[in-house]
């Protein structure tokens, strides 16, 4: 994928053949207190005491490590996100909001990004939000230290939460969550020979690996699905439809928008998409945990189903690449290369990035959420 993770790998299944935070390399480290165990060691201790762990609880555990010690980002970091690669994706998310925003009358709505990671797109979409007359008051949901930081230097303005819990109640919400869902806990079940276990996490001196549990889930397994071939994956992510549903409540009682961007899929499907990423190079998500990125692609048919059934008005998704052209990214690259002709190629590339099929344009997808009475969004035409 080009973002700067690598693609996805082939031997793992896309969908159909499954085929690119509130968690949100560097070399290893330990804790500010060096006395601390490494994480793989407390990992370890726990498992040899109380048994194998799930999956979903070991992403969680590495995940929070992971994001809270580090900047993840960049050419010195393990992967590079669409707003990280041009100005363009963030002006463009920008205006698409302002457009909501005037068309739903102007309303004292609030900016809201969760995972915002260095605060990239926040700044840019706020910078083009400014130039069409809005300037709205900006929370970001953040939980790293490290990152908060690089936050506060390019949107100083922004108010910063742990959760969505202490985001103000007066006002419309505006709110951006781009490759955030991808890093929440998944939870993986595969299919044996005696029916559908859950995929735990067990390990010998530091060495974790996943084995499947006892307890049976044929009970939570999709018909079409429940007679699949032995050693077939399915991934659920329980945390990610709780946030989906907790967002939407707050769009419900507020009103606002929520746009989610994001590498993923319309499931059900069957398929292992767990991934680490270290260096902009795979790595073995069972190897160092907390020295990684653990992402999983997301599943957007059970997002959207999530938010149709707490009521809100869905639309998409549709793929990146389709979404950038149809809010003006041809537009705004001729503007930015009329303005400055030496980075007219450069624009370009950059554009291909966000755009082509065989780059992001295809495999990350754009999943919008409207409030009952709020305006239908441009590019989901």
């Known amino acids: 994928m080009t973002d700067d993770r690598p693609s996805p790998n082939p031997s793992r299944k896309r969908e159909g053949d499954l085929s690119d935070n509130p968690l949100s390399a560097a070399p290893r480290q330990r804790a500010e207190n060096a006395a601390e165990p490494l994480l793989a060691e407390r990992l370890a201790r726990a498992i040899t005491l109380a048994g194998p762990i799930p999956l979903s609880q070991f992403m969680a555990a590495a995940n929070t490590h992971y994001y809270g010690t580090r900047d993840p980002l960049g050419s010195r970091g393990d992967f590079t996100t669409a707003p990280e690669i041009s100005q363009m994706f963030g002006e463009l998310i920008g205006l698409w909001l302002a457009d909501m925003w005037d068309r739903a009358g102007r309303p004292p709505a609030r900016y809201v990004e969760l995972g915002p990671g260095r605060g990239t797109l926040a700044a840019d979409a706020l910078r083009a939000m400014a130039k069409a007359g809005f300037e709205p008051p900006v929370d970001l949901v953040e939980n790293s230290p490290t990152l908060r930081a690089a936050q506060a230097e390019r949107v100083p303005q922004a108010e910063f939460h742990l959760d969505m819990i202490g985001l103000p109640e007066d006002a419309p ?26 995929r735990l996490i067990a390990c010998q001196d530091t060495l974790f690996l996943p084995i499947a549990g006892d307890r049976s889930f044929d009970m939570i397994i999709p018909k079409p699905l429940l007679h699949a071939e032995p050693g077939s994956i399915l991934e659920t992510s329980p945390a990610s439809v709780a946030i989906l549903r907790g967002l939407a409540a707050r769009l419900l009682a507020q009103g606002g928008v929520a746009v989610i961007i994001d590498y993923g899929y319309e499931g059900p499907a069957i398929g292992d998409t767990l991934q680490a990423v ?98 239908a969004p441009a590019g989901f035409a």
Not at 183 to 195: E, F, H, K, V, Y
Not at 311 to 329: D, N, R, S, W
């Open 173 to 198: 919400l505006l709110v951006v969550a781009n490759e955030f869902f991808d890093a929440l806990p998944i939870r993986q079940l595969i299919a044996t020979g005696d029916g559908w276990r859950e």
């Open 278 to 375: 270290r260096g902009h190079q795979y790595a073995n998500p069972f190897e160092d945990p907390g020295e990684a990125d653990l992402t999983a692609h997301v599943d957007f048919a059970t997002l959207k189903e999530a938010a149709e059934a707490e009521g809100l008005i869905v639309h998409g998704p549709v793929t990146q690449g389709a979404f950038l052209e149809a809010i003006g990214i041809g537009s705004r690259t001729d503007a930015l290369a009329n303005a400055s002709p030496g980075r007219a190629e450069q624009l370009a590339l950059d554009r291909a990035r966000l755009t082509d099929p065989e780059q992001m344009g295809e495999l990350f997808k754009v999943l919008a959420l409207t409030a009952p009475g709020w305006p």
